[in-house]
């Protein structure tokens, strides 16, 4: 009887692919307000564009990341010079030519990233038109996607006034409605910063604020980063073999078979096969530190495949090895 072992080593990110045709470069352009800007994160590397900046290098050579976030902006300060005046708006005079989405046009390339971030300063002014919003919102993913770039859009974030007392209730019902639009509408890019910060009454839990009690601390930057990379976007580009995917890796080691990669997280499937057609599960985890196929026998030809599943993603691609 011959044994097959099979090992695994386990990496704190996600999933890859078994093939590497990439570029090694990816570029991130971050845009949104004071929450995007940091919005009082202990140090530059805490706050959240930077963790995502920080985990996709996991994946790619290099990252590149502008930074065209500032305090107070509304999803119109966003748009292109010359664009629509909403009622409301007057406070913020114009889009800001030096980081609107014309700006961020101009620095990425198709393939590349963009995160889209307005915690609320919309409603936060008293801005109550949703359907603005949607408008200025739904232009920016219709731009990004024509030209070929990946979007990540948060919804808008749990707050509350300095002194912690609610803002006003157009805020919440505001919220709320983009929320679900966002969700609904780019379901493969949304980036819930909401649930993870919500306290359950739509204001932040108390222990992820900082000092002002109105931005996040380290923690809440944390949970909007968790937020942000849960989704199919960030799977996408992490794993398709765009970028510099760590390909997981399935080879014949005397007799052993070796499983490596990144896959923390996502259901691992290992498939046997004598004619390396069909294919049936011989161990399925979550966490494998080692597998003994005692089925195969010597001088046969046997198959096995990896697979690896997640909630969002059926399954990578695989490789197959024969003994």
């Avoid at 290098?57 to 290099?62: E, I, M, N, P």
């Amino acid at each position: 009887m011959k044994k097959i072992f099979v090992s695994l080593f386990l990496f704190a990110s996600l999933l890859c692919c078994a093939q590497r045709n990439y570029n090694t470069t990816l570029k991130i352009a971050a845009k949104g307000d004071s929450f995007c800007a940091g919005g009082n994160a202990s140090t530059l590397d805490s706050f959240f564009i930077s963790r995502i900046a920080q985990y996709f290098r996991g994946a790619y050579d290099t990252v590149i990341l502008y930074k065209l976030c500032t305090g107070g902006e509304t999803t119109y300060k966003g748009l292109p010079a010359g664009s629509w005046f909403p009622t409301g708006y007057d406070f913020y005079s114009a889009p800001d030519t030096a980081r609107n989405i014309t700006k961020v046009l101009s620095l990425l390339s198709p393939g590349d990233l963009v995160l889209i971030e307005y915690s609320g300063n919309d409603f936060a002014i008293g801005v109550e038109t949703c359907d603005t919003v949607k408008k200025n919102l739904t232009y920016y993913a219709n731009q990004y996607n024509a030209a070929g770039i990946n979007f990540i859009m948060s919804g808008i974030s749990p707050r509350q006034n300095h002194d912690g007392s609610f803002l006003y209730a157009g805020y919440y019902t505001g919220a709320d409605t983009i929320n679900s639009f966002v969700s609904t509408t780019w379901p493969y890019s949304y980036g819930d910063i909401w649930t993870g910060l919500n306290r359950g009454d739509g204001r932040m839990i108390r222990s992820y604020q900082s000092s002002d009690s109105v931005h996040p601390n380290d923690i809440g930057h944390r949970y909007q980063y968790l937020g942000m990379i849960n989704n199919e976007v960030t799977e996408k580009l992490y794993c398709n073999c765009k970028g510099y995917c760590k390909s997981f890796n399935l080879t014949k080691i005397g007799d052993s078979v070796s499983v490596s990669g990144d896959f923390l997280g996502y259901k691992l499937v290992i498939s046997g096969s004598n004619d390396g057609q069909s294919f049936t599960p011989v161990a399925t985890y979550h966490q494998l530190d080692g597998y003994v196929d005692k089925r195969v026998y010597g001088n046969t030809y046997y198959y096995y495949k990896a697979e690896f599943f997640s909630t969002k993603l059926t399954k990578t691609r695989s490789k197959r090895i024969n003994f």
